[in-house]
């Protein structure tokens, strides 16, 4: 079984405006002739990043939902150009979302089981709810209906 990474969404309100933020991205990225890939840069490596790269995906909380996950392709660290390592999580472009969670605001990472994660809304399990505009999921979630 795969391990994830949970990581608040910071700037995007909705997974559309992240995915918005992506295809503008990878735009640019194409422009200049640049690798596409949709990559998120952090400062530390995951110490379990074994476990992560066989399948993981990153999961997004926004404005304090989980609210879906990208794949991660790829765990790159790197030294910056001020001398400090960093580490790149190259992300599949596909943004899928997830059945809505509620989470609580936290700094960094945080490890995610996969038996932990919550099933894609395209799964059969999440019946409905993929028909259901975000805002209105995002609501419902967190007054504890869904």
Not at 10 to 26: C, F, Q, T
Not at 102 to 117: I, K, M, S, T, V
Request: proline fraction near 8%; hydrophobic fraction near 45%; aromatic fraction near 4%.
């Amino acid at each position: 079984m795969a391990l994830h990474l949970l990581k608040l969404c910071v700037g995007p309100a909705s997974l559309d405006d992240l995915v918005r933020r992506i295809e503008a991205n990878r735009t640019l990225a194409l422009a200049a002739g640049l690798d596409p890939a949709p990559v998120h840069t952090t400062r530390m490596v995951p110490k379990r990043a074994a476990e992560i790269a066989g399948g993981g995906s990153i999961y997004w909380v926004i404005k304090g939902t989980v609210s879906g996950r990208q794949a991660i392709r790829e765990i790159a660290p790197f030294t910056d150009a001020d001398g400090i390592g960093r580490c790149r999580l190259v992300l599949d472009a596909a943004v899928v979302p997830v059945s809505p969670r509620p989470c609580r605001p936290f700094q960094g990472w945080r490890y995610l089981e996969a038996g932990n994660a919550p099933p894609d809304l395209g799964d059969a399990a999440a019946g409905d709810l993929a028909e259901m505009p975000e805002g209105l999921r995002r609501e419902l979630s967190g007054l504890g209906l869904i």
